[in-house]
Protein backbone atom coordinates (compact mmCIF):
# COMPACT_ATOMS: atom_id res chain seq x y z
CA UNK A 1 0.00 0.00 0.00
CA UNK A 2 1.08 3.73 -0.62
CA UNK A 3 2.48 5.74 1.98
CA UNK A 4 0.72 8.62 3.56
CA UNK A 5 -3.19 9.34 4.58
CA UNK A 6 -6.70 9.46 2.32
CA UNK A 7 -9.14 12.05 3.06
CA UNK A 8 -12.44 11.27 1.27
CA UNK A 9 -16.18 12.91 1.22
CA UNK A 10 -18.58 13.23 -0.76
CA UNK A 11 -20.75 16.35 -1.94
CA UNK A 12 -22.97 18.19 -3.69
CA UNK A 13 -23.61 21.66 -5.55
CA UNK A 14 -25.24 22.61 -2.12
CA UNK A 15 -21.35 22.25 -0.78
CA UNK A 16 -19.51 24.18 -2.88
CA UNK A 17 -18.67 27.19 -0.51
CA UNK A 18 -17.76 24.89 2.19
CA UNK A 19 -15.01 22.14 0.49
CA UNK A 20 -12.36 24.65 -0.35
CA UNK A 21 -12.48 25.25 3.77
CA UNK A 22 -12.98 21.49 4.64
CA UNK A 23 -9.72 20.06 2.57
CA UNK A 24 -7.72 22.53 3.33
CA UNK A 25 -8.30 22.88 7.49
CA UNK A 26 -7.29 18.85 6.87
CA UNK A 27 -4.61 19.65 5.03
CA UNK A 28 -3.39 21.95 7.85
CA UNK A 29 -3.54 19.98 10.35
CA UNK A 30 -2.40 16.91 8.97
CA UNK A 31 0.43 17.50 6.93
CA UNK A 32 2.80 15.35 9.31
CA UNK A 33 1.10 12.60 7.92
CA UNK A 34 2.10 13.94 3.82
CA UNK A 35 1.50 12.41 1.38
CA UNK A 36 -2.07 13.31 1.07
CA UNK A 37 -4.89 11.81 -1.25
CA UNK A 38 -7.89 14.14 -1.00
CA UNK A 39 -11.18 12.50 -2.83
CA UNK A 40 -14.50 14.17 -3.42
CA UNK A 41 -16.83 11.71 -4.03
CA UNK A 42 -18.65 13.75 -7.02
CA UNK A 43 -22.32 13.63 -6.04
CA UNK A 44 -23.54 16.37 -8.65
CA UNK A 45 -20.74 19.71 -8.67
CA UNK A 46 -20.55 21.88 -10.97
CA UNK A 47 -17.43 20.72 -13.66
CA UNK A 48 -16.22 24.42 -13.45
CA UNK A 49 -16.27 24.28 -9.93
CA UNK A 50 -14.31 21.09 -10.03
CA UNK A 51 -11.83 22.45 -12.25
CA UNK A 52 -11.46 25.75 -10.08
CA UNK A 53 -11.32 23.74 -6.93
CA UNK A 54 -8.43 21.74 -8.07
CA UNK A 55 -5.96 24.47 -9.31
CA UNK A 56 -6.92 26.58 -6.04
CA UNK A 57 -5.70 22.79 -3.73
CA UNK A 58 -2.16 22.93 -6.31
CA UNK A 59 -1.58 26.33 -5.36
CA UNK A 60 -2.63 25.65 -1.68
CA UNK A 61 -0.05 22.87 -1.60
CA UNK A 62 3.07 24.38 -3.25
CA UNK A 63 2.37 27.52 -0.65
CA UNK A 64 2.25 25.22 2.27
CA UNK A 65 5.02 22.80 0.82
CA UNK A 66 2.93 19.82 1.64
CA UNK A 67 2.53 16.72 -0.17
CA UNK A 68 -0.72 16.34 -1.68
CA UNK A 69 -2.96 15.22 -4.37
CA UNK A 70 -6.65 15.93 -4.86
CA UNK A 71 -9.21 14.03 -7.41
CA UNK A 72 -12.95 13.90 -7.46
CA UNK A 73 -14.71 10.49 -8.04
CA UNK A 74 -17.62 9.88 -10.06
CA UNK A 75 -18.81 6.41 -8.82
CA UNK A 76 -21.81 4.10 -9.83
CA UNK A 77 -24.19 3.35 -7.38
CA UNK A 78 -26.32 1.29 -8.45
CA UNK A 79 -25.84 -1.41 -5.94
CA UNK A 80 -27.07 0.89 -3.66
CA UNK A 81 -30.47 1.01 -5.19
CA UNK A 82 -31.81 -1.80 -3.29
CA UNK A 83 -31.59 0.20 -0.23
CA UNK A 84 -33.65 3.23 0.77
CA UNK A 85 -32.61 6.54 -0.70
CA UNK A 86 -31.76 9.83 1.16
CA UNK A 87 -34.33 12.46 0.09
CA UNK A 88 -33.97 10.54 -3.11
CA UNK A 89 -30.21 10.62 -3.28
CA UNK A 90 -27.88 7.99 -2.74
CA UNK A 91 -25.15 10.30 -2.29
CA UNK A 92 -24.94 8.78 1.24
CA UNK A 93 -23.98 5.67 0.19
CA UNK A 94 -20.93 7.41 -2.06
CA UNK A 95 -18.17 7.50 0.56
CA UNK A 96 -18.16 3.54 1.13
CA UNK A 97 -17.01 3.37 -2.33
CA UNK A 98 -14.21 4.98 -1.61
CA UNK A 99 -12.74 2.33 0.66
CA UNK A 100 -12.23 0.24 -2.25
CA UNK A 101 -10.82 2.98 -4.64
CA UNK A 102 -7.56 4.86 -2.21
CA UNK A 103 -4.40 2.64 -2.27
CA UNK A 104 -3.21 3.72 1.46
CA UNK A 105 -3.84 1.85 4.61
CA UNK A 106 -5.49 4.67 6.55
CA UNK A 107 -8.51 6.13 5.32
CA UNK A 108 -10.29 8.66 6.84
CA UNK A 109 -14.01 9.73 5.79
CA UNK A 110 -16.02 12.78 7.06
CA UNK A 111 -19.28 14.85 5.75
CA UNK A 112 -18.80 17.80 3.89
CA UNK A 113 -20.37 19.86 6.29
CA UNK A 114 -16.93 19.61 8.85
CA UNK A 115 -14.02 21.74 9.79
CA UNK A 116 -10.58 19.69 10.61
CA UNK A 117 -8.12 21.67 13.38
CA UNK A 118 -6.91 17.85 15.01
CA UNK A 119 -4.18 16.02 14.08
CA UNK A 120 -4.82 12.21 13.22
CA UNK A 121 -0.77 10.74 13.97
CA UNK A 122 -1.73 9.56 17.76
CA UNK A 123 -5.50 8.18 16.15
CA UNK A 124 -3.82 6.31 13.22
CA UNK A 125 -0.77 4.77 15.54
CA UNK A 126 -4.02 4.01 18.29
CA UNK A 127 -6.13 2.59 15.45
CA UNK A 128 -3.25 0.34 14.26
CA UNK A 129 -2.45 -1.16 17.98
CA UNK A 130 -5.87 -1.59 18.61
CA UNK A 131 -6.63 -4.28 15.65
CA UNK A 132 -10.06 -2.67 15.34
CA UNK A 133 -11.63 -2.17 11.58
CA UNK A 134 -12.85 1.78 12.41
CA UNK A 135 -12.01 4.60 14.51
CA UNK A 136 -15.13 6.62 15.41
CA UNK A 137 -17.51 8.36 17.81
CA UNK A 138 -19.95 7.08 19.51
CA UNK A 139 -23.66 8.75 17.85
CA UNK A 140 -25.23 10.85 20.45
CA UNK A 141 -28.94 9.63 19.56
CA UNK A 142 -28.35 5.55 18.99
CA UNK A 143 -25.33 5.14 21.09
CA UNK A 144 -25.54 1.33 21.24
CA UNK A 145 -26.45 -1.10 18.51
CA UNK A 146 -29.44 -2.09 20.22
CA UNK A 147 -30.92 1.91 19.77
CA UNK A 148 -30.92 1.55 16.04
CA UNK A 149 -33.98 -0.72 15.53
CA UNK A 150 -32.97 -1.80 11.48
CA UNK A 151 -29.73 -3.00 12.72
CA UNK A 152 -31.42 -5.79 14.32
CA UNK A 153 -33.96 -6.07 11.87
CA UNK A 154 -31.29 -6.76 9.12
CA UNK A 155 -29.07 -9.17 11.04
CA UNK A 156 -29.94 -10.05 14.57
CA UNK A 157 -28.36 -9.56 17.27
CA UNK A 158 -27.15 -11.36 20.65
CA UNK A 159 -28.28 -10.10 23.41
CA UNK A 160 -24.83 -8.91 24.79
CA UNK A 161 -24.06 -7.54 21.06
CA UNK A 162 -27.17 -4.75 21.34
CA UNK A 163 -24.98 -3.24 24.14
CA UNK A 164 -21.82 -2.85 22.07
CA UNK A 165 -20.82 0.74 20.25
CA UNK A 166 -22.73 2.34 17.66
CA UNK A 167 -20.82 4.73 15.73
CA UNK A 168 -21.79 7.99 13.69
CA UNK A 169 -20.36 7.76 9.98
CA UNK A 170 -20.21 11.53 10.13
CA UNK A 171 -16.21 10.91 11.14
CA UNK A 172 -14.79 7.63 11.13
CA UNK A 173 -11.15 6.06 10.16
CA UNK A 174 -10.81 2.97 8.79
CA UNK A 175 -7.95 0.27 8.65
CA UNK A 176 -8.19 -0.81 5.24
CA UNK A 177 -5.85 -4.30 6.16
CA UNK A 178 -8.89 -4.54 8.44
CA UNK A 179 -12.06 -3.64 6.92
CA UNK A 180 -12.52 -5.72 4.07
CA UNK A 181 -15.09 -4.12 1.32
CA UNK A 182 -15.22 -7.65 -0.60
CA UNK A 183 -16.12 -9.07 2.53
CA UNK A 184 -18.82 -6.37 3.44
CA UNK A 185 -20.29 -6.80 0.17
CA UNK A 186 -20.55 -10.37 0.35
CA UNK A 187 -22.31 -9.59 4.17
CA UNK A 188 -24.62 -7.24 2.18
CA UNK A 189 -25.94 -9.70 -0.25
CA UNK A 190 -26.94 -11.51 2.98
CA UNK A 191 -29.01 -9.25 4.43
CA UNK A 192 -32.68 -8.75 3.00
CA UNK A 193 -32.84 -5.12 1.36
CA UNK A 194 -36.80 -4.73 2.18
CA UNK A 195 -36.84 -4.87 5.48
CA UNK A 196 -34.56 -1.48 5.63
CA UNK A 197 -38.07 -0.02 3.78
CA UNK A 198 -40.22 -1.29 6.09
CA UNK A 199 -41.75 1.46 8.79
CA UNK A 200 -42.86 0.98 12.05
CA UNK A 201 -44.72 3.50 14.47
CA UNK A 202 -42.16 4.89 16.70
CA UNK A 203 -39.02 3.54 15.50
CA UNK A 204 -36.84 5.62 14.02
CA UNK A 205 -35.43 5.74 10.21
CA UNK A 206 -32.73 3.57 8.69
CA UNK A 207 -29.71 5.41 8.74
CA UNK A 208 -28.28 4.28 5.60
CA UNK A 209 -24.56 4.27 5.12
CA UNK A 210 -24.23 4.56 9.18
CA UNK A 211 -27.15 1.68 9.41
CA UNK A 212 -25.30 -0.88 6.92
CA UNK A 213 -21.77 -0.17 8.57
CA UNK A 214 -22.67 -0.96 12.03
CA UNK A 215 -24.56 -3.79 11.24
CA UNK A 216 -21.39 -5.07 9.92
CA UNK A 217 -18.98 -4.16 12.41
CA UNK A 218 -21.13 -5.25 15.71
CA UNK A 219 -18.95 -2.47 17.39
CA UNK A 220 -15.45 -3.67 16.37
CA UNK A 221 -14.28 -0.43 16.68
CA UNK A 222 -11.85 1.92 18.50
CA UNK A 223 -13.85 4.81 20.15
CA UNK A 224 -12.73 8.34 19.81
CA UNK A 225 -13.97 10.85 22.15
CA UNK A 226 -16.82 13.74 20.96
CA UNK A 227 -13.78 16.17 20.44
CA UNK A 228 -13.64 14.18 17.09
CA UNK A 229 -16.89 14.57 15.46
CA UNK A 230 -18.29 17.78 17.56
CA UNK A 231 -21.65 18.68 16.76
CA UNK A 232 -22.20 22.34 16.49
CA UNK A 233 -25.89 23.24 15.77
CA UNK A 234 -26.36 26.35 17.87
CA UNK A 235 -24.39 29.06 19.95
CA UNK A 236 -24.15 27.67 23.02
CA UNK A 237 -22.14 24.68 21.45
CA UNK A 238 -19.03 27.18 20.66
CA UNK A 239 -18.79 28.67 24.14
CA UNK A 240 -16.51 26.62 25.95
CA UNK A 241 -14.40 24.90 23.46
CA UNK A 242 -11.55 23.20 25.54
CA UNK A 243 -10.08 20.61 23.09
CA UNK A 244 -12.83 20.46 20.42
CA UNK A 245 -11.36 21.04 17.23
CA UNK A 246 -13.41 18.94 14.38
CA UNK A 247 -16.03 21.14 14.00
CA UNK A 248 -19.39 18.87 12.12
CA UNK A 249 -22.20 21.99 11.27
CA UNK A 250 -25.17 19.48 11.36
CA UNK A 251 -28.71 20.26 10.08
CA UNK A 252 -29.32 23.75 8.31
CA UNK A 253 -28.56 26.71 7.32
CA UNK A 254 -25.19 25.97 6.27
CA UNK A 255 -22.35 28.34 7.90
CA UNK A 256 -21.32 29.64 4.27
CA UNK A 257 -25.29 30.18 3.85
CA UNK A 258 -26.80 32.91 5.82
CA UNK A 259 -28.10 32.51 8.96
CA UNK A 260 -30.01 34.14 11.75
CA UNK A 261 -29.14 34.90 15.76
CA UNK A 262 -28.73 31.17 16.90
CA UNK A 263 -26.38 30.64 13.75
CA UNK A 264 -23.82 33.58 13.95
CA UNK A 265 -21.29 31.42 15.89
CA UNK A 266 -21.23 28.56 13.44
CA UNK A 267 -20.92 31.22 10.43
CA UNK A 268 -17.98 33.25 12.65
CA UNK A 269 -16.04 29.91 12.74
CA UNK A 270 -16.63 29.01 9.45
CA UNK A 271 -15.74 32.56 8.12
CA UNK A 272 -13.23 32.95 10.22
CA UNK A 273 -11.12 29.72 9.21
CA UNK A 274 -12.33 30.47 5.06
CA UNK A 275 -10.71 33.61 5.36
CA UNK A 276 -6.97 32.33 7.12
CA UNK A 277 -7.11 29.80 4.76
CA UNK A 278 -7.47 31.93 1.56
CA UNK A 279 -4.80 34.33 3.14
CA UNK A 280 -8.03 37.26 3.36
CA UNK A 281 -8.57 39.19 6.00
CA UNK A 282 -11.19 38.25 9.08
CA UNK A 283 -14.78 39.38 7.88
CA UNK A 284 -16.38 41.95 10.41
CA UNK A 285 -17.97 40.24 13.33
CA UNK A 286 -22.28 40.99 13.36
CA UNK A 287 -22.75 42.87 16.28
CA UNK A 288 -25.36 40.69 18.15
CA UNK A 289 -26.24 41.07 21.68
CA UNK A 290 -28.21 38.61 23.54
CA UNK A 291 -30.55 41.74 24.56
CA UNK A 292 -31.42 42.23 21.11
CA UNK A 293 -35.13 42.81 19.93
CA UNK A 294 -35.36 39.92 18.05
CA UNK A 295 -34.13 37.52 20.68
CA UNK A 296 -36.64 39.41 22.93
CA UNK A 297 -39.60 39.18 20.76
CA UNK A 298 -38.70 35.33 20.02
CA UNK A 299 -38.61 34.84 23.95
CA UNK A 300 -42.00 36.51 24.41
CA UNK A 301 -43.87 34.84 21.62
CA UNK A 302 -42.21 30.86 22.78
CA UNK A 303 -43.39 31.94 26.27
CA UNK A 304 -46.76 33.23 25.03
CA UNK A 305 -47.17 29.99 23.46
CA UNK A 306 -45.90 28.15 26.42
CA UNK A 307 -42.97 26.63 23.86
CA UNK A 308 -40.46 25.87 27.09
CA UNK A 309 -38.27 24.11 25.21
CA UNK A 310 -37.56 26.08 22.30
CA UNK A 311 -37.63 29.32 24.94
CA UNK A 312 -34.76 27.29 26.79
CA UNK A 313 -33.00 26.78 23.54
CA UNK A 314 -32.76 29.85 22.79
CA UNK A 315 -31.75 31.39 25.82
CA UNK A 316 -28.73 29.05 26.20
CA UNK A 317 -27.87 30.07 22.83
CA UNK A 318 -27.22 33.86 23.54
CA UNK A 319 -23.80 34.80 22.62
CA UNK A 320 -22.32 38.23 23.04
CA UNK A 321 -19.70 40.41 20.61
CA UNK A 322 -16.85 39.75 22.86
CA UNK A 323 -17.41 36.00 23.07
CA UNK A 324 -17.24 36.41 19.27
CA UNK A 325 -14.23 38.09 19.08
CA UNK A 326 -12.69 35.58 21.62
CA UNK A 327 -14.13 32.42 19.22
CA UNK A 328 -12.53 34.19 16.36
CA UNK A 329 -8.80 34.54 18.03
CA UNK A 330 -9.12 30.93 19.37
CA UNK A 331 -10.30 29.86 15.45
CA UNK A 332 -7.74 32.19 14.09
CA UNK A 333 -4.80 30.08 16.41
CA UNK A 334 -5.77 27.00 15.35
CA UNK A 335 -6.05 27.78 11.22
CA UNK A 336 -1.53 28.98 11.19
Known amino acids: MKKGISFVTAADDGYHEGLSALLKSFTISNKDLAPLNLNVMDCGLKQSFKGELSLEMREFSKKQEIDLTCRFLEVNLKRWHPFPPHWDSYAAYAFIEAIDLVETRFLVFADADMLHFKSLRSTVEKLEGSGRMIAGVVDQDYNTLGNDFYVNHLSPLQAEEKELPYLNSGYMVFDRTRFSFSRFLEF ?3 LNPEKAHERFK ?11 LNTFIKGD ?7 FNYFCKDNSRFKHLSDRKNFHFISNPK ?20 AILNGKSLPELKNYASSSAGSWMKKLFYKFLG ?18 QALQKTIASWCQ
Open 188 to 190: LQD
Open 202 to 212: GVKKFKHDQTL
Open 221 to 227: CLLLDES
Open 255 to 274: PWNEGGFSEVARETVFRTAE
Open 307 to 324: KNKKLTRLEESQITSPEL
